[in-house]
């Protein structure tokens, strides 16, 4: 036969031996919803985005859909909350899609259903994310997902921090190459003699108050001769190393570097050297 609708069909099933009538057999069978006609069965796990979000604002990081492949966000601290939608596929129509999750690490936590990791981890370390999928009755592979907490702690707030010693190089007549670091530089005009005219290579670095990513400092540069008159203007560029800028220069003239900076859109103070080429 050819059951047209799911639920319980029993056989009954008789038997008789010449005049002589037997016991009848009773089957019960199950129709189920899901027409097993189609095959349901195991895809893959595909790539996935989550997200994360701190007192400074959200981010993104990516996982692949491949078994223990290492997730590391800078930017995690205690008290993010972390986001991962799992993306599992199924092959066959008319498949139940199942998913759930465990994490296994300092903090663990058992296993919940549903397809979105939601945890907020409280200490760092390595942590784990146990995700698992069910295609119709079929147990498919589970996924595991290092995600690694680091200590930077960026719930901290990004705020000004200092500059450090400024350091100038010059050409001189004979050749050779002279250099000043600036200790306690109070804005007065540094003589830099002997001097030839070439190029001058100014270098200057702050620091904000955290030094993770998201926390570089933004310099601006500004280039005038000693009247006021402005050289040149340069782009804002962020970055953790020191910036380094350099200038061809005319002895006897005064020039002055006006760093401007920002920590976290915060205006920070300002790192003006005079100097001049005798």
């Known amino acids: 036969f050819t059951p047209t609708v799911a639920g319980l069909y029993t056989i009954v099933a008789k038997a008789k031996c010449g005049e002589t009538v037997c016991q009848e057999l009773r089957i019960p069978l199950t129709i189920k919803e899901i027409d097993p006609c189609l095959t349901c069965n195991c895809g893959n796990w595909n790539s996935m985005t989550g997200t994360f979000t701190f007192s400074e604002g959200q981010g993104n990081f ?3 859909g491949t078994n223990n492949t290492p997730v590391s966000i800078n930017q995690i601290c205690t008290g993010t909350a972390i986001n991962l939608p799992l993306n599992f596929g199924c092959s066959g129509d008319g498949c139940n899609l199942e998913m759930s999750w465990s994490i296994l690490g300092p903090v663990k936590i058992p296993s919940r259903s549903g397809s979105v990791v939601s945890f907020t981890p409280t200490v760092a370390g390595l942590y784990t994310i146990v995700a698992k999928a069910k295609c119709g009755e079929t147990v498919c ?89 402005i050289l040149s203007k340069k782009s804002p560029v962020q970055m953790l190393t020191a910036y380094t800028e350099n200038l061809t220069a005319i002895p006897g003239v005064e020039y002055i570097f006006e760093f401007s900076v920002s920590c976290n859109n915060k205006d920070c103070s300002k790192y003006i050297l005079k100097f001049r080429g005798n």
Not at 150 to 169: A, Q, S, V, Y
Request: glycine content about 8%; hydrophobic content about 25%; aromatic content about 8%.
């Open 62 to 64: 990516s996982v692949q």
């Open 141 to 229: 592979q589970e996924l595991r997902i290092p995600l690694t907490i680091k200590e930077i702690d960026p719930c901290l707030t990004c705020n000004c921090g200092n500059w450090e010693n400024g350091i100038i190089k010059w050409q001189k007549p004979d050749g050779s190459q002279g250099e000043i670091t600036l200790k306690d530089y109070k804005g007065e005009i540094i003589e830099l003699s002997p001097f030839a005219r070439g190029s001058v290579s100014i270098t200057a670095k702050y620091n904000c108050s955290q030094s993770y990513e998201d926390c570089q400092p933004i310099y601006e540069l500004t280039i005038k001769q000693g009247d006021g008159t």
